[in-house]
């Protein structure tokens, strides 16, 4: 089983749109956990990290459940420039990240 | 920006070849960690320097090594290129004082012919 797992997809929804990726992790062990946005030929970037008790960034709201082992990313009103793809990450108490394998996300006029 | 710097941006590689990628961190990052990421894949961890000493390593073989320097700015050393070495390379800056979000550079995108 891979330490990290995201439906890869592709999501393409029109604008305006909600989505949602889900992403899980086999180690319980995990500390932290993130979402990573990352365009075509491009490093990612961080979009948010996820806490236990949820956040939300404007449209963006991440999701945490430790017992089912999961997080989620959640977008509102899906604009054209959200396209990209969305790379869940988690980490031990080292600093080294395991990522998944991307979820590609378009969003369409 | 990040402010997480990296050269060369691309490099064409033959087989059996050695390369030394380069990677300057955000400052007050004393952390740096380095990723392969192959085409349609999320990043691999390959190893992870804090203050010069090695803090970690992946799952990839002795001859992917590396350096950090006094200043935090980190090499990566691959020796005897296969053509699986082909991808982006990415190093990731950190600082365990501020949590644990690392940001990436722009990579460096290494063809091994």
């Known amino acids: 089983r891979k330490e990290v797992e995201q439906d890869p997809g592709p999501f393409n929804v029109p604008e305006g749109a909600t989505v949602a990726f889900n992403c899980t992790y086999s180690?319980?062990?995990?500390?932290?956990f993130f979402w990573y946005r990352q365009d075509c030929r491009k490093e990612p970037k961080l979009l948010m990290s996820?806490?236990?008790s949820g956040n939300e960034d404007g449209r963006f709201t991440a999701q945490l459940n430790r017992a089912s082992q999961y997080i989620s990313l959640l977008i509102r009103d899906s604009k054209l420039s959200d396209s990209a793809t969305y790379l869940c990450?988690?980490?031990?108490?080292?600093?080294?990240?395991?990522f998944g394998a991307g979820t590609r996300l378009t969003v369409k006029p | 920006e990040t402010g997480v710097t990296q050269s060369p941006t691309h490099l064409i590689k033959t087989r059996g070849q050695q390369v030394t990628l380069r990677c300057s961190s955000q400052?007050?990052?004393?952390?740096v960690s380095w990723y392969q990421q192959a085409l349609g894949q999320g990043p691999q961890f390959i190893f992870q320097?804090?203050?010069?000493?090695?803090?970690g390593r992946g799952n990839f073989p002795p001859r992917f090594s590396g350096l950090q320097f006094p200043n935090y700015s980190s090499e990566l050393n691959v020796n005897a290129l296969e053509l699986d070495d082909s991808a982006l390379y990415l190093c990731?800056?950190?600082?365990?004082?501020?949590?644990?979000?690392?940001?990436f550079g722009p990579g460096t995108r290494l063809t091994v012919t």
């Open positions: 180690n319980s062990a995990s500390q932290s």
């Open positions: 990731a800056s950190s600082s365990p004082g501020q949590g644990t979000e690392q940001y």
């Open positions: 320097y804090y203050r010069e000493e090695e803090n």
């Open positions: 400052s007050g990052h004393n952390t």
């Open positions: 990450a988690v980490n031990l108490a080292s600093l080294d990240m395991r």
């Open positions: 996820v806490y236990s």
